[in-house]
């Protein structure tokens, strides 16, 4: 059976240039880039040209990019990090989230909270298309705020966040935290993300490896580090750098800056091929409709149908694709984007999310369609 | 045939999912995800899911997990506290069966294109005359044929009980022989959404107020005691009730809530003959049984089984040809066939008499 991949979202495909510029990294000896021999020199330029890489990505300095082990470790850094240091030396602290955070960041918050009596997080609210609401924003702002995080565009829904207006709301009261993550393969992150403080990426969701990310600062940040041991990158994150999975998000930021304009032209076209089928589709909508959306997402939502059938049918058929939001045991569960955004259970619990890119054929996007059509038509009979 | 096997991540359920491939039967592994909160036991946790998961990548077969978290809340968390705060005692378990598994999942079974559902059950289908029975399973100590008891024919013909001939211990050596990492796994015994450590009275006052009540001598009215949790008295239960004066045993034989009176007597008190049977949930496994049939009730998962007469006048009941400790409104009733009492005929819950 042919493989259809629509869930770019969750992993996109490896490049083959990741693959390439990686190759050397993974094979007998890999110097410790903290060394002080031909080997560890070697490798520790291999980490500066793909610092430098990775800095040209967000139109940052070198000298303030983070590698990570993914995009989670990054956002945990980036909130956990500001945090920690502002509890430490103020009587109380909190922190602004959106409400539609990826679980990085909400699940970072909710542990801060719980741990420390001195720390509360602020949820801000989202209208009914999932773009988040700046008034809420503001209410929610005030002296003790450490932090306010805001994703750059929604994991789920595909919604791109007014990160500007956030910034400017915030004003420089607080350090402001983007997740980019989702953004990554479709925006231009130098230009969306210039007014904020702090951003995370991912490997990937850009075709590179995955356990590879950084957190990108803009300015000089004084946070505390969540892994101290060793004093790494600039004793924000100890450990031995991974050479390969440092050359990997190089390269992998590198294609996707080479083929950006090429990846938003040709999913776009398919975004809109799949929006005009789903439109024909019997109690189909297409969620947040209304809102600028990455072009490589379309979120759909079939009231009267169980994800769980809907995936269940498209998986017998090779189409991979998601509900978007899952517990820990791999279930389909409603998700609290769409909560957030006061879209019934019904239709909430009948999510799809297709995701894909510039890699996708015209011919994958057809046959997916023609698919999805039969398999809802069927659990609709 | 297409099957479509509930795997719970215990070792029946994945020993009947290996079977059914050696069989040659094209098999796909379904874990259902039904309670959300905290769960130790059972087949709720995300480790039963990795275990399940990790079963059907070692037999080769797709696996997918399914949630029916509202629905189990629905009709099962919430009739169960709501039975309690009645004064009830409902069986999780059974209703568990009969709307999730047997109920939505054969129904989605069907839409995805299954033909059998099978799950690792210790009961059995047997086909008699074109016609489906469900019997006792082969190992006499694990039976589940009370949980299944509300099977009827469209639903058996559809349920493959691929272990249900095998005890338990044979089980094990073909789950071990399969290579099956659930093999030795220790057997579930309580309800899933409760953590085994803490109990049903820490989870029912989590969510209802419990009320506490005095325990009283039903003949002489004398107050030999109190509890806390009325909700957790069981008529016939003899657990936490002190003896009366005259040193004879207790046993619970009404556990009134709203006026916070659980009333107890000696064993010759409380003992009942009839056993009223809530006609809407009164289902039979194939043709209704007449006014008048012995059977053989059976009312816990592994009680003995009671010859009874059943009765229909002005609703339906049983007559016990000997008397026995009450049985708590909500307990499901089991029959079983008189003259082969492996075979299951129906089931009802208790109603108040």
């Known amino acids: 059976m042919t493989q259809l991949y629509f869930d770019h979202a969750a992993?996109?495909?490896?490049?083959?240039?990741?693959?390439?510029?990686?190759?050397?990294?993974?094979?007998?000896?890999?110097?410790?880039?903290?060394?002080?021999?031909?080997?560890?020199?070697?490798?520790?330029?291999?980490?500066?040209?793909?610092?430098?890489?990775?800095?040209?990505?967000?139109?940052?300095?070198?000298?303030?990019?983070?590698?990570?082990?993914?995009?989670?470790?990054?956002?945990?850094?980036?909130?956990?990090?500001?945090?920690?240091?502002?509890?430490?030396?103020?009587?109380?602290?909190?922190?602004?989230?959106?409400?539609?955070?990826?679980?990085?960041?909400?699940?970072?918050?909710?542990?801060?909270?719980?741990?420390?009596?001195?720390?509360?997080?602020?949820?801000?609210?989202?209208?009914?298309?999932?773009?988040?609401?700046?008034?809420?924003?503001?209410?929610?702002?005030?002296?003790?705020?450490?932090?306010?995080?805001?994703?750059?565009?929604?994991?789920?829904?595909?919604?791109?966040?007014?990160?500007?207006?956030?910034?400017?709301?915030?004003?420089?009261?607080?350090?402001?935290?983007?997740?980019?993550?989702?953004?990554?393969?479709?925006?231009?992150?130098?230009?969306?993300?210039?007014?904020?403080?702090?951003?995370?990426?991912?490997?990937?969701?850009?075709?590179?490896?995955?356990?590879?990310?950084?957190?990108?600062?803009?300015?000089?940040?004084?946070?505390?580090?969540?892994?101290?041991?060793?004093?790494?990158?600039?004793?924000?994150?100890?450990?031995?750098?991974?050479?390969?999975?440092?050359?990997?998000?190089?390269?992998?930021?590198?294609?996707?800056?080479?083929?950006?304009?090429?990846?938003?032209?040709?999913?776009?076209?398919?975004?809109?091929?799949?929006?005009?089928?789903?439109?024909?589709?019997?109690?189909?909508?297409?969620?947040?409709?209304?809102?600028?959306?990455?072009?490589?997402?379309?979120?759909?939502?079939?009231?009267?149908?169980?994800?769980?059938?809907?995936?269940?049918?498209?998986?017998?058929?090779?189409?991979?694709?998601?509900?978007?939001?899952?517990?820990?045991?791999?279930?389909?569960?409603?998700?609290?984007?769409?909560?957030?955004?006061?879209?019934?259970?019904?239709?909430?619990?009948?999510?799809?999310?297709?995701?894909?890119?510039?890699?996708?054929?015209?011919?994958?996007?057809?046959?997916?369609?023609?698919?999805?059509?039969?398999?809802?038509?069927?659990?609709?009979? | 045939m297409k099957v479509l096997v509930a795997m719970s991540g215990g070792v029946d359920s994945s020993v009947a999912a290996g079977l059914l491939i050696e069989q040659g039967h094209e098999v796909v592994g379904a874990t259902l995800k039904l309670w959300g909160g905290v769960s130790d036991s059972g087949c709720c946790s995300v480790s039963d899911v990795d275990d399940a998961r990790r079963v059907a990548q070692v037999l080769g077969i797709d696996h997918h997990v399914f949630n029916y978290t509202d629905e189990f809340e629905k009709h099962v968390v919430e009739p169960f506290v709501a039975g309690h705060a009645a004064g009830q005692s409902p069986n999780p378990c059974i209703e568990c069966n009969r709307f999730l598994k047997f109920g939505l999942l054969f129904e989605r079974a069907k839409r995805l294109g299954f033909e059998k559902v099978a799950t690792g059950h210790h009961a059995q289908v047997v086909e008699r005359d074109g016609k489906h029975f469900l019997v006792r399973g082969e190992d006499n100590q694990k039976d589940q044929s009370y949980v299944l008891g509300y099977l009827t024919e469209e639903e058996l013909s559809m349920l493959l009980l691929p272990i249900g001939h095998m005890n338990k211990t044979a089980v094990r050596v073909e789950g071990e022989r399969l290579g099956l990492r659930t093999w030795d796994k220790p057997d579930s015994q309580d309800v899933c959404f409760i953590e085994a450590s803490k109990g049903r009275e820490v989870f029912l006052r989590s969510r209802i107020p419990v009320t506490s009540a005095k325990i009283v001598d039903r003949t002489t009215g004398e107050v030999l005691g109190e509890t806390d949790t009325a909700e957790l008295m069981t008529v016939g239960q003899r657990r936490g009730v002190l003896p009366g004066r005259d040193g004879e045993k207790r046993y619970v034989a009404k556990v009134d809530i709203a006026s916070q009176r659980v009333e107890v007597g000696t064993l010759e008190q409380i003992l009942i003959s009839r056993i009223s049977l809530d006609a809407s949930s009164l289902t039979f496994s194939h043709d209704e049984l007449r006014d008048g049939a012995t059977v053989l009730a059976q009312w816990s998962a592994h009680g003995i089984p009671k010859r009874a007469t059943l009765r229909n006048e002005n609703g339906w009941f049983i007559e016990l040809h000997e008397p026995a400790r009450p049985v708590a409104v909500g307990q499901s009733v089991v029959l079983y066939r008189e003259s082969e009492p492996t075979i299951v005929e129906g089931a009802a819950i208790v109603a108040p008499s």
């Open chain 1, 11 to 381: 992993s996109a495909p490896r490049r083959d240039e990741v693959v390439a510029a990686m190759e050397q990294w993974q094979h007998g000896v890999v110097g410790n880039p903290s060394g002080a021999h031909r080997a560890a020199r070697e490798a520790r330029k291999a980490v500066e040209d793909a610092r430098d890489e990775v800095a040209a990505f967000l139109g940052a300095k070198p000298g303030n990019v983070i590698f990570t082990g993914g995009g989670t470790e990054a956002c945990h850094l980036a909130v956990a990090g500001v945090v920690n240091k502002h509890r430490r030396n103020n009587p109380t602290t909190s922190v602004v989230v959106s409400k539609i955070e990826h679980h990085a960041v909400l699940d970072c918050v909710e542990m801060l909270e719980r741990d420390y009596d001195n720390v509360s997080v602020r949820y801000v609210d989202v209208d009914a298309e999932g773009v988040l609401d700046i008034s809420s924003l503001e209410s929610q702002l005030s002296d003790d705020t450490a932090l306010v995080s805001v994703m750059s565009a929604n994991n789920e829904t595909g919604v791109i966040q007014p990160i500007g207006a956030v910034a400017s709301a915030v004003g420089g009261r607080s350090v402001t935290h983007t997740d980019a993550v989702g953004a990554a393969p479709f925006i231009d992150l130098v230009e969306f993300t210039k007014d904020i403080d702090m951003i995370s990426i991912c490997s990937h969701k850009i075709g590179g490896p995955v356990n590879s990310g950084a957190l990108i600062l803009r300015s000089d940040i004084s946070f505390d580090a969540v892994v101290p041991g060793g004093g790494q990158e600039k004793g924000h994150r100890g450990g031995t750098v991974d050479v390969a999975a440092a050359v990997g998000l190089a390269a992998a930021v590198k294609a996707t800056m080479k083929d950006h304009e090429l990846t938003v032209k040709r999913a776009t076209a398919y975004q809109d091929q799949i929006i005009a089928a789903a439109k024909q589709m019997k109690n189909c909508e297409v969620t947040s409709l209304n809102a600028a959306r990455l072009p490589g997402t379309v979120h759909l939502t079939f009231e009267g149908i169980a994800s769980d059938e809907l995936l269940f049918l498209l998986d017998q058929e090779g189409v991979c694709a998601s509900a978007a939001a899952s517990c820990s045991s791999g279930a389909a569960e409603p998700s609290h984007v769409l909560s957030a955004m006061g879209v019934p259970l019904n239709k909430a619990r009948g999510s799809l999310r297709l995701s894909f890119g510039g890699e996708t054929k015209p011919d994958e996007v057809n046959a997916l369609i023609e698919i999805l059509g039969k398999v809802v038509s069927r659990l609709q009979a």
